[in-house]
Nanobody, 124 residues
Framework: VQLQASGGGLVQAGGSLRLSCAAS????????MSWFRQAPGKEREFVAA????????YYADSVKGRFTISRDNAKNTVYLQMNSLKPEDTAVYYC??????????????????WGQGTLVTVSS
């Protein structure tokens, strides 16, 4: 499956952005989907994940209540709605697809397919 992330950009603190991840090559409903991010000089970290059906979601504590992950399997697309953005949210955001067991859903090793990343910059 090929993943294409988009929607990044420059936004002021307190603003919102919606990231999209479009899949091709295979139906997205076969995979759990996730978003990770990597800030300059830091390791990649888990942001959010959603189950195949969309019935279960997972969030990092740092984004809980501000970010919402969703999916539209008919459109083969996953979204990350980001509200109340903070400068510390600045990073390259990656979408990923895989079939990790629940205990690995927050680890990047659980996802074999990755998009190219989209840059989110939040100014103070």
């Amino acid at each position: 499956v090929q993943l294409q992330a988009s929607g990044g950009g420059l936004v002021q603190a307190g603003g919102s952005l919606r990231l999209s991840c479009a899949a091709s090559g295979r139906t997205l409903s076969s995979y759990h989907m996730s978003w990770f991010r990597q800030a300059p000089g830091k390791e990649r970290e888990f942001v959010a994940a959603i189950s195949r059906s969309g019935g279960t979601t997972y969030y990092a504590d740092s984004v809980k209540g501000r970010f919402t992950i969703s999916r539209d399997n008919a459109k083969n697309t996953v979204y990350l709605q980001m509200n109340s953005l903070k400068p510390e949210d600045t990073a390259v955001y990656y979408c990923a697809a895989g079939t990790p067991l629940t205990y690995r859903i927050r680890t990047d090793t659980g996802y074999p397919y990755w998009g190219q990343g989209t840059l989110v910059t939040v100014s103070s």
